[in-house]
């Protein structure tokens, strides 16, 4: 766009423009030319009118991209007739938002629309109709009296009941008081009765009531909650980084935010990284702000997401809670976006276009003239390093909320038990503090980020790994005794039988969470636990049955993957165990200790909410590791310290800027061909350069095989961020046209967080 805009005078631009922006039409795109007196206002995101149809009707529309080069015959293509009236639209702010999509993470304008348009499905909404009396009571007593003396039986019927209950619904009409409809309507019709239709939203959580508290922040709370409160009063909204402990009250400190905000008459958007947070978290946000609250995430239904985006349109909505595409809830009057445990990689999308919700976040709210609030008490290398260096404005809850203190870790070093001749899942120490916990009448939580039985499958005959035929990934073996791929959903029956050798030794290894419930079963004989991971939660409302048995006492164990350390609260879980801390810890990324780190300390943070004092066994092999002694002492500082070293010097982020490009093809040598031709052409567009990129050379991805397509990689990188977009944004014409390129998937991701 900016190159565009610095186009000579004489230069044609054309406009490509979307009519319909509901969700079905954005692929329906319609070119006009930029007449010369427009060319300043006219911007991606802008409102236009325009000559539409054989009869020039005029219509608005929304600019979504402008192109030098037109798509159609130019002597056929109308002109743009005006810049629309009003003010900025909630449509032109999403626009805008898809626009920095596409130049920030890559991909076409119409996925990035796709992506943040709210779904506007054909789900027929629930209507309510309510009839009431459009006469005085006395006009209706005198109508009653004369249709009883013509033995106008119903009518009379109907009009008795109504003038008793003064109200009455359609259907109570028809059904009970057996009046027909065509009479209904006569009636209306001759100013009888008013009847009025309403659309009933669906509501995924009929149980909750608004409560009439009050909570009491304690002197570092008031001081996070009054300096946003003041900013925003005055007008000035940054981006603030609330950095607490686990248990230091962040969510309260959000509901004073939101209150100030909706004091002003704005909307809230609350960010959540896992669909398991959505039944505690709307719990709490129900009980202070009511039924003003609308929910989004993929486990809803197509009419319950219809209704929640209709809601937040109408404005009937004034705090929105959901996942990550929640933040592109269709909010006008949009005041506050929260992104709570906004370290969390759930925040990145693993989808074309490859956005951080974050940095999204930011951009939008400077759109909208709204402030971001990012909260964690493991904050991103990158979030925290922006607050040092005054990007964000750094808020900090040293303390645990009410006095609570935070739990005594314990590190076992797995080497020590092994030579001792332990070959349990659980160390000797978690086993007696588990029966401690068991006797008392205590809950305990359990974390294993890996689901399944077993991690792999080989044949100790062979050493054959049975790998997924689609995937260059192993397989999973599962108590139902299938194995499965977690990366394509390929499944086969479990067989003992070696197809490369043909020994009947073939056995499952290594750890899984149905493997340590069963462990579990057979250690301690009559325990209670519930299982927490992808494929206990597959089912619709799964999530909030789960939590809500272990929230009773129902249950002495919440064992899972890593939905479980995230913003849960529980007063009587009094131990936490992490059984295989280094996990996470060894892979190829550079964010490994990161991201082992936040696990350790989201896991620990579970123990001790309450008045009852908290411990953490934590499992490992690399006891001195640095990710896991800052964990231990409970030290974000002493972890921070150690890894922006590191970070500054490998060039890494956030001290440096990170552009990946993905090369995917069902043929192994064309997609390894066609990442050597990406590389010599970025090669020859840094010859002469004072500070060119630093190139890593393409090779097979850490999955080499993904879903059948072989697949390349290339790392570029740059410590100015504008660098690697504005060589992307040269290199996509290119690959999209070049016939060298055809049947080729090319991909591009900006700051991945994840390994490729």
């Known amino acids: 766009m900016e190159n565009i805009k610095g186009n000579e005078m004489g230069e044609e631009i054309f406009a490509d423009i979307i009519i319909d922006i509901s969700h079905e039409a954005l692929d329906k795109v319609f070119q006009y030319r930029v007449p010369l007196s427009l060319r300043d206002a006219v911007t991606p995101g802008v409102r236009v009118c325009v000559p539409f149809g054989a009869g020039n009707r005029e219509k608005e529309g929304y600019v979504i991209a402008l192109k030098k080069e037109p798509d159609y015959d130019v002597n056929k293509i109308k002109e743009i007739t005006r810049v629309a009236e009003g003010s900025l639209t909630v449509e032109s702010q999403l626009i805008q938002v898809a626009a920095f999509l596409k130049r920030r993470y890559g991909s076409s304008m119409i996925q990035a629309l796709k992506t943040v348009m709210p779904v506007k499905s054909r789900v027929r909404h629930r209507q309510e109709t309510n009839i009431y009396l459009a006469i005085t009571k006395e006009e209706a007593e005198t109508l009653l009296a004369e249709w009883e003396r013509k033995h106008r039986t119903a009518r009379a019927r109907f009009l008795g009941r109504l003038l008793v209950t003064g109200q009455m619904s359609k259907d109570e009409a028809v059904k009970e008081c057996r009046f027909p409809l065509k009479e209904l309507r006569k009636l209306a019709e001759d100013g009888v009765i008013r009847m009025e239709t309403k659309v009933m939203y669906r509501d995924p959580f009929p149980q909750f009531e608004k409560k009439e508290t009050f909570v009491q922040l304690n002197e570092e709370q008031q001081a996070a909650a009054e300096r946003f409160r003041r900013d925003f009063q005055e007008g000035v909204y940054p981006t603030y980084l609330l950095f607490g402990v686990t248990g230091s009250g962040k969510t309260e400190v959000y509901l004073h935010m939101i209150g100030t905000v909706l004091a002003q008459g704005k909307q809230a958007i609350v960010l959540i990284p896992e669909i398991s947070l959505t039944y505690q978290t709307v719990r709490r946000f129900y009980e202070r702000f009511g039924g003003r609250i609308a929910v989004l995430h993929s486990r809803m239904s197509a009419g319950e997401r219809s209704d929640a985006c209709e809601k937040i349109a109408a404005g009937e909505a004034d705090v929105i809670i959901g996942a990550r595409s929640a933040l592109f809830a269709p909010a006008k009057r949009l005041g506050l976006i929260i992104i709570d445990e906004e370290h969390d990689g759930a925040y990145k999308s693993d989808s074309t276009p490859k956005y951080h919700a974050r940095e999204t976040a930011v951009y939008r709210a400077q759109l909208a003239g709204a402030s971001v609030v990012l909260g964690s008490a493991t904050p991103s290398v990158e979030s925290f390093y922006r607050a040092q260096q005054g990007e964000y404005v750094l808020l900090t809850l040293k303390n645990r909320a009410g006095n609570a203190a935070l739990p005594a870790v314990e590190t076992v070093d797995l ?342």
């Open 415 to 756: 080497r020590e038990e092994f030579r001792q001749g332990n070959r349990s899942v659980f160390s000797e120490s978690l086993k007696e503090k588990m029966r401690e916990r068991l006797a008392r009448g205590e809950q305990m939580m359990l974390f294993l980020n890996r689901r399944g039985f077993a991690g792999f499958v080989s044949c100790r005959s062979c050493g054959t790994v049975m790998k997924c035929p689609h995937c260059d990934v192993s397989m999973t073996y599962h108590r139902s005794g299938r194995l499965s791929c977690h990366y394509c959903g390929y499944e086969t029956a479990f067989s003992r039988q070696c197809p490369v050798c043909g020994q009947p030794h073939v056995a499952a290894f290594g750890l899984g969470t149905e493997k340590v419930e069963a462990a579990l079963y057979q250690e301690f004989p009559g325990i209670r636990v519930l299982r927490m991971d992808m494929d206990t939660t597959r089912r619709k409302n799964a999530h909030q049955e789960i939590l809500q048995t272990f929230a009773r006492g129902d249950a002495d164990v919440l064992l899972g993957t890593q939905m479980i350390v995230k913003g849960h609260d529980y007063a009587n879980v009094t131990l936490v165990g992490i059984l295989a801390a280094d996990l996470s810890l060894f892979g190829q990324d550079f964010r490994s200790g990161e991201r082992t780190f936040q696990l350790l300390c989201q896991a620990a943070g579970r123990a001790g909410r309450g008045d009852k004092p908290g411990e953490v066994v934590i499992q490992t092999y690399s006891p001195d590791h640095y990710a896991i002694t800052a964990s231990v002492h409970h030290s974000y500082e002493e972890f921070y310290g150690q890894e922006i070293v590191y970070r500054n010097l490998m060039a890494y982020p956030p001290c440096a800027h990170l552009l990946v490009i993905l090369v995917q093809c069902g043929d192994e040598s064309s997609a390894h061909l066609a990442a050597v031709r990406i590389q010599k052409m970025i090669e020859k567009s840094q010859e002469g350069e004072a500070e060119p990129v630093q190139l890593l050379n393409p090779g097979h991805a850490a999955i080499a095989k993904l879903r059948d397509l072989y697949r390349q990689v290339i790392y570029i990188k740059h410590r100015d961020a504008d660098r690697l977009e504005e060589l992307k944004s040269r290199l996509e014409p290119v690959l999209e046209k070049h016939p060298l390129f055809a049947g080729v998937q090319i991909q591009f991701d900006f700051d991945p967080v994840g390994i490729y």
